[in-house]
């Protein structure tokens, strides 16, 4: 995708670490027009598996998740970092490792929203090591859904989540692969 691409190198800023900065136009703000462009894409290029919902991970995956499901008429579920009140007590959770916090981040979801039989596409922002996309798998297993696809806007091929995603066995996609990130410089992948 060459309008992602060309926001990457224009406006993404590489910290160091393997991580890039791209928070001015997903991350805290979030450029609406390229999301659109973005979420047409992902709904082509998964228009023949029959999902049923789209699933993410709060926070920056909502947009790129939102515009996909627009674009194939399906509600979006997103992943709780932290429990509201409103939530029912029994509730889907798992722990993945966060690269930006340092940490590890629960990820919750009410049974009231992900149930069995659900036909989920999971769209992201990133594709790294690939761990909060397996805690998405997880909690969709965990509710008896099927995972019929995995998207994200970027990859960074070099972390090793694309490997790490094909025991789950779907079709993955990613607008944007990065093969690089050394000496400050973003370079994508042929």
Same mark, same amino acid.
């Given at each position: ?44 290029? &998964?228009?023949?598996? *029959? /999902? %049923? ?9 909502? @947009?790129? #998740? ?59 922002? &990133?594709?790294?090591? *690939? /761990? %909060? ?9 965990? @509710?008896? #859904? ?45």
């Amino acid at each position: 995708m060459e309008e992602l691409k060309a926001k990457i190198l224009k406006e993404g800023k590489v910290l160091g670490n393997g991580i890039l900065k791209v928070d001015s136009f997903i991350n805290h703000q979030v450029d609406p027009m390229l999301m659109d462009i973005c979420g047409k894409e992902f709904a082509r290029r &998964f228009a023949g598996v *029959g /999902a %049923t919902k789209v699933l993410t991970a709060e926070i920056s995956g909502i @947009a790129p #998740a939102l515009t996909t499901a627009i674009h194939l008429g399906l509600p979006v579920v997103y992943a709780r970092k932290t429990k509201p009140i409103t939530m029912p007590d029994q509730v889907y959770l798992t722990l993945a490792p966060s690269h930006t916090k340092g940490r590890m981040v629960e990820l919750i979801i009410s049974p009231e929203h992900l149930q069995k039989g659900e036909r989920v596409l999971i769209i992201d922002d &990133f594709l790294a090591s *690939g /761990a %909060t996309i397996l805690g998405l798998v997880r909690l969709a297993e965990t @509710a008896g #859904a099927e995972i019929v696809g995995i998207g994200a806007l970027i990859e960074k091929n070099f972390e090793g989540g694309r490997e790490a995603l094909k025991k789950v066995g779907v079709q993955v996609e990613s607008l944007a692969v990065i093969a690089s990130l050394d000496n400050d410089t973003i370079t994508f992948a042929e």
